[in-house]
């Protein structure tokens, strides 16, 4: 997911769309056949938004995981 130059990095320093990496990252260690993401893109930038969209969705396909998505922005509904 491209975080490895974080690894020495507080959570809390790390820029908000890497913070969103790394817990969709901790979500999928485990390979689960459902995914649960409540407003996974809010307060991102268009371009975090884009990233976090895109790594979703491939994680999503990786691990074949049925996904629940909230948001309430209903131009923002579909992951990448």
Do not use: N, W
């Not at 901790?26 to 056949?33: D, I, K, T, Y």
């Not at 993401?37 to 790594?55: F, I, K």
């Amino acid at each position: 997911m491209g975080l490895h130059q974080y690894r020495d990095t507080a959570f809390a320093e790390i820029r908000p769309e890497a913070r969103r990496l790394a817990l969709l990252a901790r979500a999928a260690v485990h390979g689960p056949a459902l995914l649960l993401l409540d407003e996974p893109c809010q307060g991102l930038d268009a371009e975090g938004r884009s990233t976090v969209q895109a790594a979703i969705a491939a994680v999503a396909e990786a691990l074949s995981a049925a996904m629940i998505y909230v948001t309430h922005d209903p131009k923002r509904s579909r992951p990448a």
